[in-house]
């Protein structure tokens, strides 16, 4: 699911939490199927994240193939999986709850993968993080990655 962040918010189980507006068609389809994906992408897919985060997968037949990204199922979890992506986490919807315009969305992760660009932390010579710095400024990168 297209999101500004992630947080963890517990080691054991393993869970995690992303903020998402109830009126968005993803949100929608999480609460529906009580499942979704995380899918870290690096700023080689920048266009491709700015595509997500500007049109509604209720407004074309496969938002992920309209972005550009291949994807394929989750190895545990009925979601999809975008190919080639720096980490992925399938998670199980656990919990739900509104603050303020938002709900906050907490999964229980349920099978976790990276690149050889993690091994207990990032290596930012080989990955290279999207940082959000709001919808004006857009997207950008670490300095000198």
Known sequence: MPVVSYTSVSDSPP??????????????LVLEAEC???CILDRD??????????????????????AGLKYSRGEKLKVPVILNSAA???CSLAAKRKFGDHLLLVGEVKSARATDAFDGFWDFARYRPLLYTGWREGLTTLPGA
């Open 36 to 38: 979704f994906s995380l």
């Open 45 to 66: 897919n920048a266009g491709a994240i700015a595509r997500l985060g500007t049109v509604s997968g209720s407004k074309v037949e496969d938002k992920l193939a309209d």
């Open 88 to 90: 992925t986490l399938e």
């Open 15 to 28: 869970m995690v939490a992303v903020s998402s507006v109830p009126s968005h068609y993803t949100c929608k």
